[in-house]
C-alpha cells in the first residue's frame, strides 16, 4: 500500500558534578542528530562553558613575524564558536583552520571584511549552498570557510584594514541561535562594507514589519487520513514534502511558514501497530533551510530525526515498525528546533490497535501551536520571527491549525445531532500546554496523553506541548461549540475554534424556558 502525501496547490563515561562535560552528558542521553545543538545550548545555560580552554582560544593572537602565516583556530560546537572573538593584524597573512566539531553542517563567513588575499589550501566536500557561498565568496575575496560534521576546512586571506567585523555561521537559523562572532583587525581602519546577502540564502528576518497590512492566502486544512479498519499488518509507504511559503496569520499579518506537505499540521499518518512505514522526506531544490522530520511513534535514532536531515534539493527515505499503539507528535528536529516547530513544522502520527479504532460519525485533525512574531502583537505586514519572544516563550499568537480563524465560520468544523465526532488533537507548540476543552460538551472519553486506556466523562484535558490525545463525545443539542484552550486569555491570541451542528432540538437534553 502507498500513501502518497502530494504538495498542495504541501570509554570513561562518568559525568563530574563539578563541571558538565557537554558533549559526553549528551552522548550519555542518546541526544544524537540534531538534538545535540540544542541540548548544548541549555547546558551552556546552566554552566559548563569550557572555560578551562575558551579563555586561551579567545586572547588576541598576535602576529609572530612578518612572513609566517598567523595559524587560528575556530571550533563549530553546540551552535556556538569557539574561539567568539579574534584579532589578527591588517596586512598579516591569516591561516584559519574551521573546524566543526558539532553534529550537522556549519560554516564560518566575514562579509562585511574584505581582503587583499583570500584562498582555499585544504577543503572537504560541501553542500551545494556552501558550494555557491564559497563561489561568491572568492569573487568578493570576503573570508569564507565551511565544514560538514566531524570535518575542517583551511583558509588563507589577508585583511585590506583595520575595524571590528561580524563572522557568523551562514547555515539558515544558526546566526539568530547564536553563532555569531567578532575579528578585530588591528591597523588602518576600513569602511564596513554592507552585509551581503545571497538570493536563496538569507535569513529570516527579525526586524519589526513597517506596518502595512500584508494580503497573503490561507494555508490549506489538513486532511484526517482514512480509518485503519480490521486488517493484518501492511507496508506502507509515505511521501511528504517539505514547503516552505508565506502565509495568512491573523488579518493583514503575513508570516513565511516552514511546513509539512504545505499545511499546518502536517498531513496524518495514520497506521496500525504492526505496520512497516517507509518514510520519504523531500526538500525541493527552491526551500532555502534544511529540515528533518522526528516523529515520537519512532522507535530508533531521533525518531527518524538523525537520518533524514534534508538540504535543499535532497530526499531522504528510512523503515521505522509501528510499534505501540496511540497518537504521537511528530516534529522538524533541525537546529534551532523550536524555531522550526513554531514555524510550523509538526503533525501527528496515529497508531491504531490491532482491530482498529471503533467507528465514529464524523473525525476532525486539530493541532495548537505558539507563534512570535517581530514587533508588536497584531502589528500589521509580513512579520518575521523573534528568538527573544520564543525564548521568553511569549508568543503573540496561540493558534489551532496555524491561523487565526481556521476553524471558524466557513471553516468550522460540521456535525449533525446524533452523530459521534472524535477529535484527534495535538500540541506542537514549541513551549504552550493546551488546556483543550470544547464549551457546552463534556468528553464521552479520552485517551489521556495518547494512551492505550481510557478516560471518561472528562471536561477538559491536558495536553502538554509535544503531546496528543484523542476526545470522543456525542452531538445532542444543536448548536455551534467553541473549541478552546482553556488558559482563557489565550483566546484573543487566537485559541478558538468552531463545531456547528445541523438537526433537531433536543428539548429533553437542553431547552430555553424564558
Request: charged fraction near 20%.
Amino acid at each position: 500500500m502507498t500513501t502518497t502525501i502530494p504538495r498542495p496547490n504541501r570509554q570513561d563515561n562518568s559525568i563530574t558534578t563539578s563541571r558538565f562535560d557537554r558533549r559526553l552528558l549528551l552522548k550519555r542521553m542518546g541526544a544524537v542528530g540534531l538534538a545535540l545543538p540544542l541540548g548544548g545550548m541549555l547546558l551552556n545555560a546552566c554552566g559548563g562553558d569550557g572555560s578551562d580552554n575558551a579563555a586561551a582560544r579567545s586572547a588576541p593572537q598576535s602576529n609572530p613575524s612578518a612572513t609566517a602565516p598567523l595559524e587560528v583556530t575556530v571550533v563549530a560546537v553546540d551552535l556556538k564558536f569557539e574561539p567568539a572573538t579574534i584579532t589578527v593584524d591588517a596586512g598579516q597573512l591569516v591561516r584559519l583552520t574551521f573546524d566543526n566539531q558539532g553534529v550537522m553542517e556549519h560554516d564560518w563567513y566575514a562579509p562585511t571584511l574584505t581582503a587583499s588575499t583570500f584562498t582555499v589550501t585544504s577543503q572537504p566536500t560541501l553542500t551545494a549552498r556552501a558550494t555557491d557561498l564559497l563561489t561568491q565568496a572568492q569573487t568578493a575575496k570576503t573570508p569564507y570557510a565551511a565544514a560538514n560534521a566531524g570535518e575542517s576546512m583551511v583558509i588563507e586571506f589577508t585583511p585590506d584594514g583595520g575595524g571590528d567585523f561580524e563572522f557568523y555561521c551562514a547555515v539558515p537559523g544558526h546566526k539568530e541561535a547564536g553563532m555569531v562572532g567578532t575579528l578585530t583587525v588591528r591597523g588602518t581602519a576600513a569602511a564596513a562594507q554592507p552585509t551581503a546577502t545571497h538570493d536563496g540564502h538569507q535569513m529570516p528576518t527579525t526586524t519589526a514589519s513597517t506596518g502595512v497590512p500584508y494580503a497573503a492566502e490561507r494555508l490549506p486544512s489538513p486532511s484526517v487520513a482514512p480509518p485503519v479498519g480490521n486488517r493484518g499488518p501492511q507496508e506502507l509507504k509515505v511521501e511528504i514534502e517539505i514547503v516552505e511559503k508565506v502565509a495568512y496569520v491573523d488579518d493583514g499579518v503575513a508570516f513565511e511558514y516552514w511546513t509539512f506537505g504545505g499545511t499546518v499540521p502536517g498531513p496524518m499518518v495514520r497506521a496500525r501497530v504492526g505496520d512497516t512505514v517507509e518514510l520519504t522526506l523531500k526538500n525541493p531544490a527552491s526551500s532555502k533551510m534544511s529540515h528533518n522530520i522526528d516523529l515520537h511513534a519512532v522507535t530508533g535514532p531521533g525518531g527518524g530525526g538523525a537520518v533524514t536531515l534534508v538540504a535543499p534539493g535532497e530526499s531522504k527515505t528510512f523503515r521505522w515498525k509501528a510499534m505501540n499503539p496511540g497518537v504521537y507528535v511528530y516534529h522538524c528536529a533541525t537546529a534551532p528546533i523550536p524555531q522550526h516547530i513554531s514555524a510550523g513544522m509538526y503533525g501527528l502520527a496515529v497508531i491504531e490497535p490491532e482491530g482498529g479504532l471503533p467507528p465514529v460519525d464524523r473525525e476532525f485533525y486539530v493541532m495548537q501551536g505558539d507563534l512570535y512574531l517581530a514587533g508588536a502583537r497584531g502589528e500589521k505586514g509580513l512579520r518575521g520571527f523573534d528568538f527573544d519572544k520564543l525564548y521568553d516563550e511569549r508568543p503573540d499568537y496561540v493558534i489551532f491549525n496555524g491561523a487565526v480563524g481556521s476553524l471558524a465560520e466557513e471553516r468550522a468544523l460540521q456535525a449533525k445531532v446524533g452523530e459521534t465526532v472524535r477529535i484527534f488533537f495535538g500540541v506542537g507548540g514549541p513551549n504552550v500546554v493546551s488546556s483543550f476543552h470544547v464549551i457546552g460538551e463534556i468528553f464521552d472519553r479520552v485517551m489521556l496523553e495518547g494512551a492505550s486506556e481510557w478516560s471518561t466523562n472528562v471536561q477538559t484535558t491536558l495536553v502538554p506541548a509535544g503531546g496528543a490525545t484523542i476526545v470522543e463525545f456525542s452531538i445532542d443539542v444543536p448548536g455551534t461549540y467553541m473549541l478552546v484552550d482553556h488558559s482563557l486569555g489565550r483566546l484573543a491570541k487566537g485559541a478558538i475554534g468552531m463545531l456547528v451542528a445541523d438537526g433537531p432540538e433536543n428539548p429533553d437534553v437542553f431547552m430555553v424556558v424564558q
